[in-house]
């Protein structure tokens, strides 16, 4: 195992941070916000980019850690935004078939 130099720590650390804080308030939109259909795109957002930001620093660290590239966080990088739309888009539908149920 490769010692992490100090500028990859820093970017590391910073990218993660910044992952957690924009996940973190997409959270805060799911508790603070009043009405179903707008506390379902806060999380959305913070989960898409808070995620993003959580990966790149898991590459970065891992490939210097381990000396070669990894490259399977790309899978969860093409996933999580591309999965994370489809399920806002079912919940919400599913929402509006319940209300159009009740009128």
Do not use: C
């Amino acid at each position: 195992m490769n010692a992490l130099p100090d500028w990859a720590a820093w970017l590391t650390a910073l990218l993660l941070l910044l992952g957690a804080g924009i996940t973190f308030i997409g959270s805060l939109g799911l508790v603070r916000l009043r009405k179903f259909y707008d506390r379902v795109h806060a999380p959305t957002l913070g989960t898409t980019l808070g995620t993003l930001n959580i990966v790149l620093a898991s590459m970065i660290y891992f490939s210097i850690t381990e000396a070669r590239p990894v490259l399977h966080e790309i899978l969860i990088a093409i996933f999580v935004p591309v999965t994370t739309p489809i399920t806002l888009l079912l919940i919400v539908r599913a929402a509006v078939f319940r209300d159009q149920l009740g009128k």
